[in-house]
């Protein structure tokens, strides 16, 4: 497809320099219409859920503590190595593993949210609040009371209930249901189960041709 | 008492033509979209010579890329062309996907073709916007920013973010696209092309426009192709060349669209033929909306996100210590990664985005070489400016649309 190079003016046009004229035009004409711009500390942008912004570990409300198992999938996965876990294992509970040390440096994190994609047991969450600021580097590398803090703030800001939430990556929309683990499998809507798909116009139609 | 010596500076003395003096523009300059030098020569005001300077924004990503695996790497590729990251991730997807002999499902295909050419549409509107800007048409800057909002805004609602998306996978995509997106984007499309006239009434005819812009940074066909230069740069010298047509990947060959051409090659051409590929754009993404099939969006061979589960040394060692009796047999159907070299690419915005692989059969490459469009066009200024203005460098810059995080890696 050739483009076209330059249009044609005659010459009334160019002695009336209507080209100006027009553009003058319409941004007179957008002078009235309603600005679109954000006045951001005074209003507060619409994060959509699942944006990926201040880390936090959920606290489980019937132990008070992580849901965090350690298995260390967050720590391999990580692109920026930015998580660190320190585990025990505890002869009087049979062997079982306890995390005594969970570390994020939030200022070597790249927000990938792959930490929360692989966490087997959705402890790991990446909140919405993206304003969050200090002024010495250590107090943006959170320990483990501070990443459950974290989440406790961010409950209570958005005022919702843990039963109900679920965060997009913890759970992608769209993922079949049978390779996840047990922890994975939240009660979503049936549109992120992959039943409800959204498909195109002339899928639609097909099918119902079909039907008829 | 001796008097303390004073610090002399050394003051560069023009040797041979003293009408002649050198002008370092950047790294600073707003006009060089990022953190490019350019080492100047100037007689008067016509350029002389033209040296780009790059690596200011080096964060060494093929190094990195060599100690991670291919799922970790693609969230490097976010970081390359920062305004359109969602075409390096699918470009880097589509590379490993080659590689691993992966096919996506349908459906993830048509997804990626849509977040693509979503993408681009970005990534051309804040080219217009920014390269009126740098020509003094401020009105199409703030113009193009709020088309450009919606695009952001629909992709935050699809994967949470606004400039690094990490959004495809390799084997597919991350996330289903939900009714939310497609009616949010059906609606941006049915605006979009009175948008587009928008800009075109601004500036198309405007008269100090085309005197910036017709005949500047001419490239003639045979220069273009010796130079390298791909894209719309290529395109708007009159080389028909676009991957998405003669090498189609991800839904690109599901799809009909048309490639634009130009003939002059300057940098009016240049602009003419990145508003045409909009249309295009905006071609592409009806057509994904309407034919969008129903079905996985992430393939069975696709690999997790923990590559490193997989390694081949530790199956060779397991096949020999076994011998190549039945448990031998049973390990071969579990996805390997094979070893050897690979060179994909896909067309970004900026042009032609090559991922070259050398795999030794682990889940990191062993090398990996990002060809970048910028790279390759900053290159090109050179020849591209001199004898020239320096006002023409401005829009020589602005019109090979080079961003430094591609260039530099």
């Given at each position: 497809m050739q483009i076209q190079y330059k249009k044609k003016r005659n010459l009334l046009q160019n002695l009336f320099l209507s080209e100006l004229v027009q553009g003058m035009w319409l941004t007179l004409r957008r002078l009235f219409t309603k600005p679109i711009t954000l006045q951001y500390p005074h209003e507060q942008p619409n994060v959509?859920?699942?944006?990926?912004g201040q880390h936090a570990l959920v606290r489980d409300?019937?132990?008070?503590?992580?849901?965090?198992?350690?298995?260390?999938k967050c720590v391999m996965v990580c692109p920026s190595r930015c998580i660190r876990i320190r585990i025990q294992k505890r002869p009087e509970h049979g062997n079982r593993r306890f995390i005594s040390a969970y570390h994020i440096d939030a200022l070597r994190?790249?927000?990938?949210?792959y930490c929360a994609e692989v966490c087997p047991v959705n402890a790991i969450i990446l909140t919405e609040v993206f304003a969050y600021s200090a002024f010495d580097r250590k107090s943006l590398s959170y320990d483990m009371p501070q990443l459950l803090d974290n989440w406790d703030r961010y409950l209570a800001e958005q005022g919702e209930d843990l039963a109900q939430y679920v965060n997009p990556t913890w759970r992608p929309r769209g993922?079949?249901?049978?390779?996840?683990?047990?922890?994975?499998?939240?009660?979503?809507?049936?549109d992120w189960k992959g039943k409800g798909q959204v498909v195109g116009r002339l899928w639609r139609q097909s099918v119902q041709g079909q039907n008829r | 008492m001796k008097e303390p010596s004073k610090q002399t500076v050394e003051v560069p003395v023009a040797t041979g033509d003293e009408d002649r003096y050198r002008l370092r523009m950047g790294?600073?300059?707003?006009?060089?979209?990022?953190?490019l030098r350019v080492d100047l020569e100037l007689d008067g005001e016509t350029i002389v010579a033209c040296d780009p300077q790059v690596?200011?924004?080096?964060?060494?990503i093929e190094k990195l890329a060599e100690n991670r695996t291919y799922a970790q790497t693609l969230i490097l590729?976010?970081?390359?062309d920062y305004i359109a990251a969602m075409s390096n991730n699918c470009g880097f997807c589509v590379a490993v996907e080659k590689l691993l002999a992966i096919t996506p499902p349908l459906r993830a295909r048509y997804i990626r073709t849509i977040v693509n050419e979503m993408s681009r549409l970005a990534s051309h509107l804040l080219w217009l916007a920014t390269h009126a800007l740098d020509i003094g048409a401020m009105t199409v800057f703030l113009y193009c920013f709020r088309e450009r909002e919606i695009l952001l805004e629909l992709f935050e609602e699809l994967?949470?973010?606004?400039?690094?998306?990490?959004?495809?996978?390799?084997?597919?995509?991350?996330q289903d696209v939900n009714a939310y997106f497609i009616d949010g984007l059906q609606r941006f499309i049915d605006i979009f092309p009175e948008k587009i006239l928008e800009y075109e009434t601004l500036i198309d005819t405007n008269r100090i426009w085309l005197k910036r812009t017709?005949?500047?940074g001419k490239v003639s066909r045979e220069k273009a192709l010796s130079l390298g230069l791909t894209g719309a740069c290529l395109r708007a010298s009159g080389v028909d060349y676009d991957v998405r047509k003669h090498?189609?990947?991800?839904a690109y060959d599901l799809v009909d669209f048309e490639v634009p051409i130009g003939q002059e090659g300057d940098s009016y051409a240049r602009y003419r033929c990145r508003m045409e590929e909009m249309r295009q754009s905006v071609r592409i993404l009806q057509q994904c909306i309407d034919q969008l099939p129903p079905g996985p969006?992430?393939?069975?061979?696709a690999p997790d996100?923990?590559?490193?589960?997989?390694?081949i040394p530790f199956r060779e060692a397991r096949v020999s210590a076994y011998g190549t009796g039945l448990i031998a047999l049973s390990h071969k159907t579990k996805p390997t990664y094979p070893a050897g070299d690979i060179y994909v690419a896909t067309e970004v915005p900026k042009g032609e985005l090559g991922f070259y692989i050398i795999s030794d059969?682990?889940?990191?490459?062993y090398r990996m070489h990002i060809r970048s469009p910028s790279f390759i066009h900053i290159s090109a200024l050179t020849a591209l400016s001199e004898g020239g203005l320096v006002a023409d460098l401005i829009t020589n810059i602005g019109s090979v649309d080079v961003v430094l995080g591609e260039s530099d890696r």
């Open positions: 959509r859920r699942g944006f990926r409300p019937e132990t008070h503590t992580t849901r965090c198992v350690g298995c260390m994190c790249v927000y990938c949210g993922l079949p249901e049978g390779p996840m683990p047990a922890g994975k499998r939240l009660p979503v809507p049936d | 790294p600073q300059h707003p006009a060089t979209h990022g953190v690596g200011y924004l080096h964060r060494g590729t976010d970081r390359l994967c949470g973010a606004r400039l690094t998306f990490s959004y495809p996978r390799i084997g597919g995509v991350r017709v005949g500047i090498q189609p990947y991800d969006i992430v393939g069975e061979d996100l923990h590559m490193s589960q997989r390694i059969g682990s889940p990191r490459a």
